[in-house]
């Protein structure tokens, strides 16, 4: 069974740097599509980023385009999503979350999430 686990949250100043870690276990993640979800205070979640198992085809919404970046380390069975010009609407819990071969696909394994807080 496909397990994932969050990491590397934290306070951030605004504009500063993170980079999340998308840890998985029991499954290796190469036949997987990973997506990151957001979740701000009193909002609904919504995707932020999504890679395909290939590595090949990458999303992102509009905001994160130009400041994140989500990269795939298959042999570490790990995927990341690094964060930059971080900004005050950034904050909420990060969860990965993870779905077979492609970002359409529906995501059925997810994980508990970390928080971020954005904030000088």
């Known amino acids: 069974q496909l397990r994932l686990v969050e990491s590397g949250g934290g306070l951030v100043q605004p504009g500063g740097i993170l980079r999340l870690s998308c840890a998985a276990s029991?499954?290796?993640?190469?036949?997987?599509?990973i997506g990151w979800f957001h979740q701000a205070p009193g909002k609904e979640r919504e995707k932020v980023s999504c890679v395909s198992s290939s590595g090949d085809s990458k999303h992102y919404t509009y905001s994160a385009e130009a400041r994140f970046i989500i990269a795939r380390d298959n042999a570490k069975n790990t995927v990341y999503l690094q964060m930059t010009s971080m900004k005050s609407e950034d904050t909420g819990v990060y969860s990965c979350?993870?779905?077979?071969?492609?970002?359409?696909?529906?995501?059925?394994?997810w994980g508990q999430g970390t928080q971020v807080t954005v904030s000088s």
């Open positions: 029991g499954v290796t993640l190469d036949g997987y599509a």
């Open positions: 979350a993870a779905a077979p071969q492609e970002c359409h696909e529906a995501f059925t394994s």
